[in-house]
């Protein structure tokens, strides 16, 4: 089966622009996930669907990070002001009932 | 908070020696443990898993042991292969299904031919 897809692999901006990242996931996985890996540290769930809807998105920054997944499918992931401390590698996941969670290979972001 | 820590940046091995890589967790309500595997530019990967009313679950090479009064959880790798030299990550749910998963750190793997 295709793998979960993400683009852009690399995204270099400066701070205070805004950027956004696009995920595809597995076929028929209802659950998506974004996670923000900043480097040294462990995968952090930013927000958490399942199909279209929201089920977790506590710790989303929402003054100034926004998600969305129309038609339960795709999802973009978007940041508007970055800040330097957004630099990080945002992974997508998705998955099944009772099944692992499938990343991409994620979008590494740098804010100059 | 850090609910889940993994205590060792790194560690170094020899080829055909075990690989012991170690967890704690601080919520008693982690129902799920997993661990994953990522190599440079990748992904994660799931590697294996054990339900909290287990304490041990086996699969080929790798083993993973749960102790639940000590909230400790440990990967062994055995015999380990260079191909294993990788950043592993255990991740806690509080679900049965695994989802919405909290990481740790990770640890940094190099098993040396």
């Known amino acids: 089966e295709a793998g979960v897809a993400q683009s852009p692999r690399y995204k270099i901006i400066e701070k205070r622009q805004s950027v956004a990242f696009w995920c595809n996931p597995i076929?028929?996985?209802?659950?998506l996930y974004w996670y923000q890996q900043i480097l040294g540290q462990g995968p952090k769930l930013l927000i958490q669907?399942?199909?279209?809807?929201?089920?977790?998105d506590s710790q989303l920054p929402k003054d100034r990070f926004s998600a969305e997944r129309l038609k339960g499918v795709d999802s973009t992931l978007k940041i508007q002001p970055a800040k330097l401390e957004d630099s990080a590698v945002y992974l997508c996941?998705?998955?099944?009932?009772?099944?692992?969670?499938?990343f991409g290979n994620g979008t590494r972001l740098t804010v100059t | 908070d850090q609910q889940v820590k993994q205590n060792s940046p790194s560690l170094s091995v020899q080829e055909g020696r075990i690989s012991i890589l170690n967890c704690d967790y601080t919520?008693?309500?982690?129902?799920?443990f997993l661990w994953y595997k990522k190599y440079p530019a990748e992904g994660p990967t799931f590697l294996i898993s054990?339900?909290?009313?287990?304490d041990k679950n086996e699969d080929g090479r790798f083993t993973v042991f749960l102790n639940k009064s000590a909230k400790h959880l440990s990967l062994h790798i055995v015999p380990s292969q260079p191909g294993d030299s990788a950043v592993y990550f255990c991740?806690?749910?509080?679900?049965?299904?695994?989802?919405?998963?909290?990481f740790g750190e990770g640890t940094q793997l190099t098993v040396n031919p």
């Open positions: 054990i339900s909290s009313i287990k």
């Open positions: 919520n008693s309500m982690f129902d799920y």
């Open positions: 991740a806690a749910s509080l679900e049965t299904s695994g989802s919405r998963l909290t």
């Open positions: 996941a998705s998955s099944d009932y009772n099944s692992p969670l499938h």
């Open positions: 076929s028929g996985h209802a659950t």
């Open positions: 669907f399942q199909n279209n809807g929201v089920v977790d």
